[in-house]
C-alpha cells in the first residue's frame, strides 16, 4: 500500500482543527468547565444526554426493522 503525499497548506489546516478537537469552546478542560455546576444539575443534564442517545438507538432500531 503507497501512502499519498497530503500538501504543505492541506496538512497545516488539518493539524489546526485536529488541535481543537475535544476541546471546549472557552479552551478550558472538562473539569474547568462543570468546576461551578452542582451535582445536581451535572446530573439532570447528563441524565438528558443519556435518554437522548437511548431514545435514537430505541427509533433507529425499530426503523431497521
Do not use: Q
Request: avoid cysteine.
Amino acid at each position: 500500500m503507497s501512502k499519498s503525499r497530503v500538501a504543505a497548506e492541506v496538512r497545516a489546516y488539518l493539524e489546526k482543527i485536529g488541535a481543537k478537537g475535544g476541546k471546549h469552546s472557552s479552551g478550558a478542560g472538562g473539569r474547568a468547565v462543570w468546576a461551578d455546576v452542582l451535582a445536581e444539575e451535572r446530573s439532570r443534564r447528563m441524565r438528558k444526554v443519556v435518554r437522548a442517545r437511548w431514545a435514537r438507538k430505541r427509533a433507529a432500531k425499530k426503523s431497521s426493522t
